[in-house]
Nanobody
Framework: QVQLVESGGGLVQAGGSLRLSCVVS????????MAWYRQAPGEPRQWIATISRTDITNYSESVKGRFTISRDNAKNTLFLQMNSLKPEDTGVYYC????????WGQGTQVTVSL
């Protein structure tokens, strides 16, 4: 059974940085394109970044130039480095494969204050 465990969230002031991690188990991580998603309060979950099996990355316009997605295949771990954070980056962050696994992790809360 696939398990996704996100961590690294917290409360940070605008302009600050956080690094999120997602440990993946129960699947062959190296074969999976992976993605990060964000769910803001009262909003649907939205895609923000993808990394392919060969480390090709893609970002939503809202985070391009500020966030960096990466992966460590030896540790079955996905990362999201978030810099220059804005209040609108607030939300619960989730990771999943592309296409998505049916189950999601618990997510990690990121709160950006003014």
């Amino acid at each position: 059974q696939v398990q996704l465990v996100e961590s690294g969230g917290g409360l940070v002031q605008a302009g600050g940085s956080l690094r999120l991690s997602c440990v993946v188990s129960g699947t062959i991580f190296t074969l999976k394109p992976m993605a990060w998603y964000r769910q803001a309060p009262g909003e649907p979950r939205q895609w923000i970044a993808t990394i392919s099996r060969t480390d090709i990355t893609n970002y939503s316009e809202s985070v391009k130039g500020r966030f960096t997605i990466s992966r460590d295949n030896a540790k079955n771990t996905l990362f999201l480095q978030m810099n220059s954070l804005k209040p609108e980056d607030t939300g619960v962050y989730y990771c999943n494969a592309i296409p998505n696994f049916s189950s999601w992790g618990q997510g990690t809360q990121v709160t950006v204050s003014l």
